[in-house]
Nanobody, 119 residues
Framework: QVQLVESGGGLVQPGGSLRLSCAASGSIFRINGMNWYRQAPGKQRELVAHILSGGTTHYDDAVKGRFTISRDNAKNMVYLQMNSLKPEDTAVYYC?????????????WGQGTQGTVAS
């Protein structure tokens, strides 16, 4: 069974940093796009950053210049380095990936990890 597991959330003061990690495990043939989404209380889930298998990235304007998405294709990992954090970055952060297995192609979500920015 293929799954995504996030880690690295926590509580940080404004201006601080957090690094999120997401590990894909199982019988994986290929991972295409990998993404980080977030959902703040009372708001819809939104795309934060996207990275293709070749390394091309895209960021939401709200995080551009502060967040960096990266991936390690050999380890089936994706990361989100979050710097200069603001209270409005507080949310549950979800990993999402387009994964191919021997059985087919799937879009998978992780369980989410809480990131809280507060004094």
């Amino acid at each position: 069974q293929v799954q995504l597991v996030e880690s690295g959330g926590g509580l940080v003061q404004p201006g601080g940093s957090l690094r999120l990690s997401c590990a894909a495990s199982g019988s994986i043939f290929r991972i295409n796009g990998m993404n980080w989404y977030r959902q703040a209380p009372g708001k819809q889930r939104e795309l934060v950053a996207h990275i293709l298998s070749g390394g091309t990235t895209h960021y939401d304007d709200a995080v551009k210049g502060r967040f960096t998405i990266s991936r390690d294709n050999a380890k089936n990992m994706v990361y989100l380095q979050m710097n200069s954090l603001k209270p409005e970055d507080t949310a549950v952060y979800y990993c999402h990936a387009d994964i191919e297995t021997c059985q087919g192609r799937y879009e998978l979500w992780g369980q989410g990890t809480q990131g809280t920015v507060a004094s």
